[in-house]
Structures are given as C-alpha cells and as structure tokens.
C-alpha cells in the first residue's frame, strides 16, 4: 500500500543552524502539507502547497520556512536559522484531491540544542 | 474559523468496556469531520470520516462516529475497548476550501486498564 515517507526521522542540530526536512508524498497525490506537533501539545498547520506554490501558510510558517518541491517526487521544509522553540515533530502529508482525506508520514522529530 | 474541542484530555476505561471520546466542532461551512490516531513514536492514521455522506460513520478498528449536526458533534465511540487501543486520538474539521487544511483538537490519550 503506498505510503507518505518522512527523512530523517530524527535530527539534532544547533541554534541558528539550516535544516531540510524530507518528505515523499504519494506518487499520484496533488496537495502536499506541513504540521508540527510540539511535545504534548497539539498538532498544528503549518502550510499548505497545491499547483507548486503555496496555497496558504499559519502565523508559524514565517520567513525562517520554506518548502520546495524540486524534482516532483520530493517536498521539502526547510528551517533557515533554527530556534530552541522549533524543536518539535515535523509531519508531512499529501492528498489526491480536494475531498479526499489526508495521508501522514511517520514525521521527522527535530532536535534544537 | 474552524475550530474543534475535545473534551478530556485523558481518558480510562477498562478491558471490554464502551470507549467514548468526545469531540465538537466549529464551523462556519459544511464541516468534513475526521479521526485520526497516534500510537506511541508513530504518525497519525486515518480512523474514519465524515464527509456529508452518512451521518454515521464507520472506521477502522471496530471505532464509529455520529455527526450530528444540531449538537456540532462527532463522538467517536467502540463497544469494547482492547488493550491495543491505547493510543492518543486527534479529532480534526477542514472546510475543504482551496487548502483543506486540517484543524485539529488538543487530543485524547485512552489508557486501557486490563
């Protein structure tokens, strides 16, 4: 059964270092997404990307993020400068189209010392 | 705005014993309705959803959930919990909009007692 694959699945960086999360969506899936999940809290929309752009972003995603989806099977969510506070498990998701429900990725938990 | 609350953050219930986990919605459209679970070190996967079809709904793992519309509600409920069950379990809306981002409740964490 196809399936949303998350890379790395964990990673430990620095303050103020860049980080690439990975994510390979479904093949036939046209909407792409980001949420995180702070320890204990909730899970949060992060962006959202349809048509290769982004079709909406939160209040987090600010110009510390981007997302790429470079070669049309990777999607990518970059953190410029990384803060303490980003520190969180990062999940990517895809969908077919508009009605159908989202599929998630196992997530990627990033570490910010 | 969308917006979902759940309410109880921890519930308990015994081996066998009816599982309910509440949720209410916020919607200012057609809500779809979903509901996702977590086990420990996993991602979130699909238990089951609403999508303006039948008002009850049937999911994976013996779990159902009831739209109902006057209440904004949409329980999830099982007959008799299993110890598998144990999980943390994510209610979510989306308006299916341009985005059909996901809105997501604070969580339930179900802790089964053999």
């Known amino acids: 059964e196809p399936e949303v694959t998350q890379t790395p699945s964990h990673q430990v960086t620095q303050m103020g270092q860049e980080v690439i999360l990975r994510c390979v969506p479904i093949?036939?899936?046209?909407?792409f997404y980001w949420y995180r999940q702070i320890l204990g809290q909730k899970v949060e929309f992060l962006v959202s990307?349809?048509?290769?752009?982004?079709?909406?972003k939160s209040e987090i995603f600010d110009d510390q993020f981007s997302v790429e989806r470079p070669d049309g099977s990777n999607f990518t969510l970059k953190i410029r400068s990384t803060k303490l506070e980003d520190s969180a498990m990062y999940f990517c998701?895809?969908?077919?189209?508009?009605?159908?429900?989202?599929?998630f990725g196992p997530g990627t938990r990033l570490t910010v010392l | 705005a969308q917006s979902v609350t759940q309410l109880g953050s921890h519930v308990s219930v015994s081996e066998g014993a009816l599982v309910l986990l509440r949720c209410n919605y916020s919607s200012s459209v057609p809500p779809y309705l979903f509901w996702y679970v977590q086990y420990p070190n996993q991602g979130l996967q699909l238990l089951l959803k609403y999508t303006s079809a039948a008002t009850l709904v049937k999911g994976i793992n013996g779990f159902e959930a009831e739209f109902k519309k006057s209440e904004t509600s949409f329980h999830l409920t099982k007959p008799s919990a299993h110890m598998s069950d144990a999980a943390e379990y994510f209610c979510a809306v989306s308006d299916l909009s341009n985005t059909g981002k996901l809105i997501f409740g604070q969580g339930t964490t179900l802790q089964v007692k053999p």
């Open positions: 093949s036939n899936h046209l909407y």
């Open positions: 990307f349809y048509n290769n752009e982004i079709s909406e």
């Open positions: 998701a895809s969908k077919v189209s508009r009605k159908n429900e989202q599929f």
